[in-house]
């Protein structure tokens, strides 16, 4: 089975900074895409960020571009989010998933992910 786990969420002032970190777990990790969603209170999942098989295409959301950063280690099975300067607006649970098919590109759409993590709380605070 494929199990992702995603860590690093807590709570920060506007302004901060915040690393994710989702381990994946029973997969050829190298081949997939990988992304991040993100789902505030009362809202659908939207699209963060994302980065290809190959980690030399990255996607982003409008919202987060020029703050949020994707990042993948392949040698340690690792997708990473790194996140400034922070706005009370992405306080959310993020979540990462796992492309479908192997050798995808960065797609920011969620019907294309098969394998989800739990999501880590990120609260920023005004």
């Known amino acids: 089975q494929v199990q992702l786990v995603e860590s690093g969420g807590g709570l920060v002032q506007a302004g901060g900074s915040l690393r994710l970190s989702c381990a994946v777990a029973?997969?050829?990790?190298?081949?997939?895409?990988m992304a991040w969603f993100r789902q505030g209170p009362g809202k659908e999942r939207d699209f963060v960020a994302a980065i290809n098989w190959r980690g030399d295409t990255t996607n982003y959301a409008v919202s987060v571009k020029g703050r949020f950063t994707i990042s993948r280690d392949n040698a340690k099975n690792t997708v990473l989010l790194q996140m400034n300067s922070l706005k009370p607006e992405d306080t959310a649970i993020y979540f990462c998933?796992?492309?479908?098919?192997?050798?995808?590109?960065?797609?920011?759409?969620?019907?294309?992910?098969?394998?989800w993590g739990q999501g880590t709380q990120v609260t920023v605070s005004s």
């Open positions: 029973g997969r050829t990790f190298r081949v997939y895409a």
């Open positions: 998933a796992t492309h479908r098919v192997r050798y995808s590109g960065a797609s920011s759409s969620p019907g294309e992910y098969d394998y």
